[in-house]
């Protein structure tokens, strides 16, 4: 049982979408010392692990990539790829909270990864994506990026 506390709190630091995977798989690990030839119990775990993911999961992970799609898509005017970096130097793309370099960075992004652009404005680009699950809009310096398919 000390496996399954270890278990659900390490869920605690997962998107909500994959945490209820995690609670179902941390059900099914927790039942499989009941698992003797076709035992009721083991069998009773499994759909209800099933239902859950039916219920619950499918439906969140339907939607929120339908959503993020929109969010993306929103009034897009194209997509980017950073590009042109140097290794020499910190061989990142600074994401910032504005356009300009006096702006705080909020995030990096690295070569070959894509960008939806957003706006525009003296050599800078208003540009989403998706990090880690969070939505993150921001500014980047044009010269780091080339122009590429939103597919």
Not at 17 to 34: E, K, N, Q, S
Not at 77 to 89: A, F, K, M, T
């Amino acid at each position: 049982m000390e496996h399954v506390n270890i278990a659900l709190e390490l869920l605690r630091n997962v998107p909500a979408p994959f945490r209820i995977l995690g609670i179902v798989a941390v059900t099914l690990i927790a039942t499989l010392p009941l698992l003797k030839s076709a035992h009721p119990g083991y069998i009773l775990a499994g759909l209800v692990s099933v239902q859950l993911f039916v219920a619950f999961l499918l439906p969140i992970l339907i939607s929120s990539s339908t959503e993020d799609s929109a969010w993306l898509d929103d009034e897009s005017l194209g997509c980017v790829l950073v590009s042109g970096l140097n290794p020499q130097r910190d061989d990142f793309l600074a994401v910032r909270d504005g356009p300009g370099t006096d702006f705080t960075k909020i995030t990096q992004r690295y070569t070959h990864q894509k960008l939806w652009v957003h706006g525009k404005t003296f050599g800078w680009l208003k540009v989403r994506f998706i990090e880690k699950g969070q939505r993150v809009e921001g500014w980047v310096f044009r010269r780091y990026t080339t122009s590429t398919s939103c597919a």
